[in-house]
């Protein structure tokens, strides 16, 4: 089991508690948390920009590796080190899809562990549902954002770049 799913399984463990027929909020919770994660586009958002960003760096370096130049980036290379040949498309595309999954699972594990404990802290504190309710939004969006920027802004830069020397090196 990866540890991003035992982390979610204890939260989810921890959060649980009886259920009674007076109290129909316990037997919604689990439901609950995972509905709000998955409709939650913060749960998805640092994935799909890393993975966009990655991909147009991918896709924009193959006209230079058509024309003999070297990766630099080790993970896309076939000796695994920098400035060598570089993996297939089809690898690379493997790759990027691969590091998209392992963003989205670490953003799962956030967005469930932020969920269960707004859940309690407002079954805890009912007058603050909503300050808690927002506080959760500021922390989802924070870390999205944080994420978002952090996995892409380098591959967004390096895009651009490849995009200006193809246009200098006349390769259209």
């Known amino acids: 089991m990866s540890p991003i799913r035992v982390i979610v399984a204890a ?3 921890l959060a649980a508690s009886p259920v009674s027929a007076q109290d129909q909020d316990h037997a919604s919770f689990v439901p609950a948390v995972i509905r709000t994660v998955i409709l939650d586009p913060t749960t998805y ?6 993975w966009e960003a990655t991909r147009l760096d991918w ?7 058509r024309h003999g130049a070297l990766e630099q980036n ?10 060598g040949t570089a993996i297939s498309y089809a690898a690379g595309n493997r790759l990027i899809l691969t590091d998209a999954v392992a963003n989205l ?6 967005n469930v562990s932020e969920r269960v404990i707004e859940r309690l802290l407002i ?5 603050h549902g909503r300050l808690l309710r927002v506080i959760g939004w500021i922390e989802r969006s924070a870390m ?5 920027y952090r996995l892409s802004a380098d591959h967004f830069r ?11 090196l006349g390769y259209d």
Do not use: C, D, K, M
């Not at 896709?59 to 590796?65: A, D």
């Not at 699972?105 to 956030?110: F, G, K, P, T, V």
């Not at 390096?158 to 200098?168: A, D, I, L, T, Y």
């Open 74 to 83: 080790p993970r896309f290379t076939i000796g695994g080190r920098g400035a």
């Open 144 to 148: 999205a954002s944080y994420w978002a």
């Open 105 to 110: 699972q670490i953003s799962l594990a956030n």
């Open 45 to 50: 958002a640092s994935a799909v920009v890393a």
């Open 59 to 65: 896709q924009s370096s193959q006209i230079f590796f």
């Open 11 to 13: 939260l989810i463990l």
């Open 123 to 127: 079954r805890r504190y009912p007058r």
């Open 158 to 168: 390096q895009w651009q770049e490849n995009e200006q020397h193809v246009r200098q």
